[in-house]
């Protein structure tokens, strides 16, 4: 039987050599069982190795290897050539991101957005090591486990409208984690949040369009996070106004 | 080497259907809108005494008219069946470990929406 | 300008992030560093999936942990260390259950623990089968608290800058611009993780290449029990991607081709029907330790009872009998691994694995304090051997020593920086303007080069499967060692494609496989030389231990020819060595 191939046609940049991306084709083997990061790794080992992109776990848990695969934001290495046969497959480095070579995509902006919502436990006592764990009922811990499934894919972010033509946003992930922090029971952190979480730019930017959760891999479901952290912050801002003299 | 930002065309929401449906989705409260800015007028008509009311209704009899309550009402339909559907994320119940079936949620809403409508219908046609 | 820190640290998985946390909490007025080839969430420890052993419940001791460790090593382990680990443990857990770590709770809303192989009694702490990836985002996200942690992330540390006898930095290249650049420190902290990529099947992810292993032994410090690589028994055929061991723990069961539990034929007891309620039964069949269980795989292959395949021959681990609703609830990851990667949903099918590479026990020598010979150079996690593992590693210790060891090297690396001062800068300087320059002429600026990375990436784990797999024995060994000495020569020709500066992906392809090839090298020739057999080096010319030659750890230190491999005896405290039994409950 005849070796079957499918075509990808990945968007180039090299900065040091061109001022505008380009689109290159590359035909490579079928198989039935690989993943579009299959093949981008036959390429760069056999064909060119100067394709530059991220990956590492190949198994959906690290979250380097997002990319916009057919103008959907996927994991690569989830993403099978089957669901693309006959192709063509394209290959595009995550939307809404501005694109430092190939595939890879510039992450500052996303870094500094995490680090905003104090993504960590903040309590007003700590209680001693030699007392043992905090107590968390079965319950407790259900309430924000859904949220803690991020993985920082990004996919969400490049999936997002809002953050698209508005890149101030906060975006989904930074704000499903501030929510998993805050549904936390121990922790008594969510007044600090506050300022960041409700500000203009976060979630009263989101339109609940919803495709964030739509393409999370891990069913984080982001974008019920940012409604729920709405009636948060609703419910806080009829306090401070009923109650101004409340600590806030 | 600098990033490069690739530009994002003003026609994004046609590129995936589920933006399109967004886009609709947001739209209908334009609709809304107008329906209820056309509701007033209307009801601002009934105040100034019958001649002028049974007036207004011969204008907005025409075809154009009926089109635009047609679209306001599935505009509006579109609007609510969204919005109820959405609530299931909003409002998160749980029992213990597990969270309360999305229809338990959605559910009430929808009940409560035909138990208005039938009182106001009933209230309308008996008369 | 040069770069320049209190306290750096390569690698920003596990390891790193609590060696970061733990120096700043040691002295807050410290200024510390973190140096990563990847963003640190991508560090390899988020694919640990098991969990993290730590004695916490009543019915367990100190004395049993040490117990299992030890014989789990097969008495390779150095008891000073075992015993310092097991103590410090169920602390470390706390501390970062205290920072966020969503382990999965007991009804009472206590820490809730579950069985592991080779271990007599429970004491596996498990956050859902994601352990490694809620302890990395735990750790990372808690370390953001601190504005003293400064990162470098996605630099690619190249080698140790050493003068007058002292480790005072690295020179890292910049990812983003492809500047190498010096970066200084009081003291140094290697966390870069194991090596397996240098086998073809292994549940490692790409970044998983040894280089703090290669750039402590290019720097002079040996490595310690290279020839000492865990086979995981279940991992999936073709990927390698890993079903956790939690899957045995929980009540999974291993069957050959015809549809028996063949670890009752190898000295692991006798199986239980898995309705029973004391299946399992803890250190027998299915939960028997690593390294045996990897072993029994290939004589069962021997024999032809084991299931061929597209990609070799595998065996079935079966958890159908566990139903849906639990496989949901304690190990609901292995449901989705199954499903993606091996077509088969195991609520309904059992699931193909064999034997992959999973784990290297040995690694860059440090002592308990988590120092190297060389002053002013700490090791911590996967990269250090110190030993805790001995010759096979028990599973859930590893997340565990990333905590104990992590904060150890930490604390003494704040200690050592606060008492040193930095010498000459200038010298430093020096020594990273040359690096810089060798690697702009051996890989940027090189056109002659014949060879392709992959070409010799490919041979390097054809020959390390074939020579130093999970049996072993003199000729295809000295093949092996032959073979990558070979590979090192042709290395010199290599090719890039890339040339250019940014994001140059296939140069730090090229530095990897120059680290992967020293590190295999190593494994290759410490295992040549260790003629007996124990935990998972198993040779079939020496198939007996030889405690009265071998009860003592491989030293591998670099020459200009092949490793030169010395020996260093083994701590042994209150447990003197014994034969090694399983299936005895």
Same mark, same amino acid.
């Given at each position: 039987?005849?070796?079957?191939?499918?075509?990808?046609?990945?968007?180039?940049?090299?900065?040091?050599?061109?001022?505008?991306?380009?689109?290159?084709?590359?035909?490579?083997?079928?198989?039935?069982?690989?993943?579009?990061?299959?093949?981008?790794?036959?390429?760069?080992?056999?064909?060119?190795?100067?394709?530059?992109?991220?990956?590492?776990?190949?198994?959906?848990?690290?979250?380097?290897?997002?990319?916009?695969?057919?103008?959907?934001?996927?994991?690569?290495?989830?993403?099978?050539?089957?669901?693309?046969?006959?192709?063509?497959?394209?290959?595009?480095?995550?939307?809404?991101?501005?694109?430092?070579?190939?595939?890879?995509?510039?992450?500052?902006?996303?870094?500094?957005?995490?680090?905003?919502?104090?993504?960590?436990?903040?309590?007003?006592?700590?209680?001693?090591?030699?007392?043992?764990?905090?107590?968390?009922?079965?319950?407790?811990?259900?309430?924000?486990?859904?949220?803690?499934?991020?993985?920082?894919?990004?996919?969400?972010?490049?999936?997002?409208?809002?953050?698209?033509?508005?890149?101030?946003?906060?975006?989904?992930?930074?704000?499903?984690?501030?929510?998993?922090?805050?549904?936390?029971?121990?922790?008594?952190?969510?007044?600090?949040?506050?300022?960041?979480?409700?500000?203009?730019?976060?979630?009263?930017?989101?339109?609940?369009?919803?495709?964030?959760?739509?393409?999370?891999?891990?069913?984080?479901?982001?974008?019920?996070?940012?409604?729920?952290?709405?009636?948060?912050?609703?419910?806080?801002?009829?306090?401070?106004?009923?109650?101004?003299?409340?600590?806030? | 080497?600098?990033?490069?930002?690739?530009?994002?065309?003003?026609?994004?929401?046609?590129?995936?259907?589920?933006?399109?449906?967004?886009?609709?989705?947001?739209?209908?409260?334009?609709?809304?809108?107008?329906?209820?800015?056309?509701?007033?007028?209307?009801?601002?008509?009934?105040?100034?005494?019958?001649?002028? @009311?049974? *007036?207004? #209704?011969?204008?907005? +009899?025409?075809?154009? $008219? =009926?089109?635009?309550?047609?679209?306001?009402?599935?505009?509006?339909?579109?609007?609510?069946?969204?919005?109820?559907?959405?609530?299931?994320?909003?409002?998160?119940?749980?029992?213990?470990?597990?969270?309360?079936?999305?229809?338990?949620?959605?559910?009430?809403? @929808?009940? *409560?929406? #035909?138990?208005?409508? +039938?009182?106001?219908? $009933? =209230?309308?046609?008996?008369? | 300008?040069?770069?320049?820190?209190?306290?750096?640290?390569?690698?920003?998985?596990?390891?790193?992030?609590?060696?970061?946390?733990?120096?700043?909490?040691?002295?807050?007025?410290?200024?510390?560093?973190?140096?990563?080839?990847?963003?640190?969430?991508?560090?390899?420890?988020?694919?640990?999936?098991?969990?993290?052993?730590?004695?916490?419940?009543?019915?367990?001791?100190?004395?049993?942990?040490?117990?299992?460790?030890?014989?789990?090593?097969?008495?390779?382990?150095?008891?000073?260390?075992?015993?310092?680990?097991?103590?410090?443990?169920?602390?470390?857990?706390?501390?970062?259950?205290?920072?966020?770590?969503?382990?999965?709770?007991?009804?009472?809303?206590?820490?809730?623990?579950?069985?592991?192989?080779?271990?007599?009694?429970?004491?596996?702490?498990?956050?859902?089968?994601?352990?490694?990836?809620?302890?990395?985002?735990?750790?990372?996200?808690?370390?953001?608290?601190?504005?003293?942690?400064?990162?470098?992330?996605?630099?690619?540390?190249?080698?140790?800058?050493?003068?007058?006898?002292?480790?005072?930095?690295?020179?890292?290249?910049?990812?983003?611009?492809?500047?190498?650049?010096?970066?200084?420190?009081?003291?140094?902290?290697?966390?870069?993780?194991?090596?397996?990529?240098?086998?073809?099947?292994?549940?490692?992810?790409?970044?998983?290449?040894?280089?703090?292993?290669?750039?402590?032994?290019?720097?002079?410090?040996?490595?310690?029990?290279?020839?000492?690589?865990?086979?995981?028994?279940?991992?999936?055929?073709?990927?390698?991607?890993?079903?956790?061991?939690?899957?045995?723990?929980?009540?999974?069961?291993?069957?050959?081709?015809?549809?028996?539990?063949?670890?009752?034929?190898?000295?692991?007891?006798?199986?239980?029907?898995?309705?029973?309620?004391?299946?399992?039964?803890?250190?027998?069949?299915?939960?028997?330790?690593?390294?045996?269980?990897?072993?029994?795989?290939?004589?069962?292959?021997?024999?032809?009872?084991?299931?061929?395949?597209?990609?070799?021959?595998?065996?079935?681990?079966?958890?159908?009998?566990?139903?849906?609703?639990?496989?949901?609830?304690?190990?609901?990851?292995?449901?989705?691994?199954?499903?993606?990667?091996?077509?088969?949903?195991?609520?309904?099918?059992?699931?193909?694995?064999?034997?992959?590479?999973?784990?290297?026990?040995?690694?860059?020598?440090?002592?308990?304090?988590?120092?190297?010979?060389?002053?002013?150079?700490?090791?911590?996690?996967?990269?250090?051997?110190?030993?805790?593992?001995?010759?096979?590693?028990?599973?859930?210790?590893?997340?565990?020593?990333?905590?104990?060891?992590?904060?150890?090297?930490?604390?003494?690396?704040?200690?050592?920086?606060?008492?040193?001062?930095?010498?000459?800068?200038?010298?430093?300087?020096?020594?990273?303007?040359?690096?810089?320059?060798?690697?702009?002429?051996?890989?940027?600026?090189?056109?002659?080069?014949?060879?392709?990375?992959?070409?010799?990436?490919?041979?390097?784990?054809?020959?390390?499967?074939?020579?130093?797999?999970?049996?072993?024995?003199?000729?295809?060994?000295?093949?092996?060692?032959?073979?990558?000495?070979?590979?090192?020569?042709?290395?010199?020709?290599?090719?890039?494609?890339?040339?250019?500066?940014?994001?140059?992906?296939?140069?730090?392809?090229?530095?990897?496989?120059?680290?992967?090839?020293?590190?295999?090298?190593?494994?290759?020739?410490?295992?040549?030389?260790?003629?007996?057999?124990?935990?998972?080096?198993?040779?079939?010319?020496?198939?007996?231990?030889?405690?009265?030659?071998?009860?003592?750890?491989?030293?591998?230190?670099?020459?200009?020819?092949?490793?030169?491999?010395?020996?260093?005896?083994?701590?042994?405290?209150?447990?003197?060595?014994?034969?090694?039994?399983?299936?005895?409950?």
């Amino acid at each position: 039987m005849a070796e079957r191939s499918i075509t990808l046609e990945v968007f180039r940049y090299r900065p040091d050599k061109e001022q505008e991306p380009t689109f290159q084709s590359y035909t490579v083997p079928y198989r039935e069982d690989w993943v579009v990061l299959d093949a981008l790794n036959y390429l760069k080992d056999q064909v060119d190795g100067s394709l530059s992109y991220r990956w590492s776990c190949r198994m959906g848990v690290c979250g380097s290897c997002g990319m916009m695969v057919n103008g959907t934001p996927r994991l690569t290495c989830a993403a099978f050539l089957k669901d693309y046969y006959p192709g063509p497959v394209r290959v595009e480095p995550l939307a809404n991101f501005p694109v430092e070579r190939d595939l890879i995509v510039n992450l500052d902006d996303f870094m500094q957005k995490l680090k905003s919502v104090k993504p960590w436990i903040v309590r007003d006592q700590e209680q001693p090591i030699s007392e043992g764990e905090y107590r968390q009922s079965p319950a407790e811990l259900a309430n924000y486990k859904q949220f803690s499934m991020c993985i920082n894919c990004m996919l969400c972010y490049a999936a997002c409208p809002v953050y698209g033509l508005e890149p101030e946003f906060l975006g989904p992930a930074a704000i499903a984690l501030a929510h998993r922090y805050n549904l936390d029971s121990r922790d008594q952190g969510q007044s600090l949040r506050k300022d960041v979480v409700f500000g203009h730019e976060a979630i009263w930017q989101c339109t609940f369009v919803s495709e964030c959760s739509v393409v999370c891999p891990k069913d984080v479901d982001p974008a019920g996070a940012i409604q729920q952290e709405k009636v948060a912050g609703a419910l806080d801002l009829v306090k401070s106004v009923l109650m101004p003299w409340g600590s806030r | 080497m600098k990033p490069y930002n690739r530009p994002i065309s003003a026609s994004w929401w046609l590129s995936k259907s589920s933006y399109l449906l967004f886009m609709l989705r947001e739209l209908t409260s334009i609709f809304v809108w107008a329906f209820l800015i056309y509701y007033l007028v209307q009801l601002s008509h009934l105040a100034k005494g019958t001649e002028k @009311y049974t *007036a207004f #209704l011969e204008r907005h +009899a025409s075809f154009g $008219w =009926i089109l635009f309550a047609v679209l306001a009402l599935v505009a509006a339909l579109y609007h609510s069946i969204t919005w109820f559907n959405l609530t299931p994320k909003v409002l998160v119940v749980r029992k213990g470990e597990e969270k309360i079936p999305p229809a338990l949620i959605a559910g009430p809403h @929808y009940a *409560a929406w #035909l138990a208005i409508s +039938a009182v106001i219908a $009933w =209230i309308v046609l008996r008369s | 300008m040069a770069l320049v820190h209190d306290v750096l640290i390569i690698g920003g998985g596990g390891a790193g992030l609590r060696a970061a946390i733990a120096a700043v909490e040691a002295d807050p007025k410290l200024d510390v560093a973190i140096v990563s080839k990847v963003y640190p969430m991508r560090s390899h420890t988020v694919a640990a999936e098991g969990g993290t052993a730590a004695v916490i419940k009543e019915n367990d001791s100190l004395e049993e942990h040490i117990k299992d460790t030890i014989s789990g090593a097969d008495w390779l382990a150095d008891q000073d260390v075992v015993e310092l680990f097991v103590k410090t443990a169920p602390s470390e857990l706390i501390q970062v259950e205290h920072w966020g770590c969503p382990w999965s709770r007991e009804p009472d809303g206590r820490v809730a623990v579950r069985p592991f192989g080779g271990m007599r009694i429970e004491r596996t702490w498990f956050a859902a089968d994601k352990t490694g990836f809620h302890l990395l985002h735990s750790l990372f996200q808690t370390s953001l608290k601190y504005d003293a942690i400064k990162r470098y992330d996605e630099w690619f540390a190249t080698k140790l800058l050493v003068e007058n006898g002292r480790c005072q930095g690295v020179t890292a290249l910049e990812l983003r611009s492809g500047l190498m650049q010096p970066i200084l420190a009081k003291a140094v902290v290697l966390c870069t993780g194991g090596g397996g990529r240098i086998f073809p099947f292994t549940t490692n992810g790409a970044i998983k290449t040894g280089d703090g292993m290669a750039l402590a032994y290019r720097a002079g410090v040996p490595l310690k029990d290279m020839e000492f690589v865990q086979y995981h028994p279940t991992g999936l055929p073709g990927t390698g991607i890993l079903i956790t061991e939690a899957a045995r723990g929980e009540g999974g069961i291993l069957v050959n081709k015809n549809g028996y539990r063949y670890l009752q034929d190898y000295a692991l007891g006798k199986p239980l029907d898995v309705h029973d309620p004391k299946h399992p039964q803890l250190r027998t069949m299915e939960l028997g330790p690593r390294d045996k269980l990897s072993q029994c795989f290939m004589k069962e292959r021997e024999k032809g009872n084991t299931i061929p395949g597209p990609y070799g021959d595998v065996v079935h681990l079966d958890i159908r009998h566990l139903g849906e609703k639990k496989i949901d609830k304690k190990i609901p990851f292995v449901r989705e691994l199954s499903k993606n990667y091996a077509g088969i949903d195991p609520v309904y099918e059992p699931i193909p694995v064999r034997p992959v590479v999973h784990y290297m026990m040995g690694g860059v020598h440090t002592d308990i304090e988590a120092a190297t010979p060389l002053a002013g150079l700490y090791a911590a996690g996967e990269c250090a051997c110190v030993s805790v593992n001995g010759a096979n590693r028990l599973g859930s210790n590893s997340l565990t020593e990333l905590l104990v060891f992590g904060a150890r090297a930490g604390r003494s690396a704040a200690a050592f920086a606060k008492e040193h001062a930095k010498l000459d800068t200038s010298a430093l300087e020096i020594q990273a303007k040359d690096e810089q320059e060798r690697i702009r002429k051996n890989f940027i600026a090189k056109m002659d080069g014949k060879e392709r990375i992959a070409t010799l990436t490919a041979e390097m784990r054809t020959a390390m499967e074939s020579g130093a797999g999970i049996y072993r024995e003199e000729a295809s060994l000295k093949a092996t060692c032959d073979k990558i000495a070979e590979l090192k020569n042709r290395f010199k020709g290599i090719t890039l494609d890339d040339h250019s500066n940014t994001y140059n992906t296939e140069l730090t392809t090229a530095l990897e496989l120059e680290n992967m090839l020293e590190i295999a090298e190593t494994v290759a020739h410490s295992a040549l030389q260790r003629k007996e057999s124990r935990g998972s080096h198993q040779r079939t010319d020496h198939p007996k231990r030889d405690d009265e030659k071998f009860l003592a750890h491989s030293l591998a230190y670099q020459t200009d020819g092949p490793p030169r491999v010395e020996y260093k005896d083994v701590v042994i405290t209150r447990w003197p060595p014994a034969e090694r039994k399983y299936g005895d409950s």
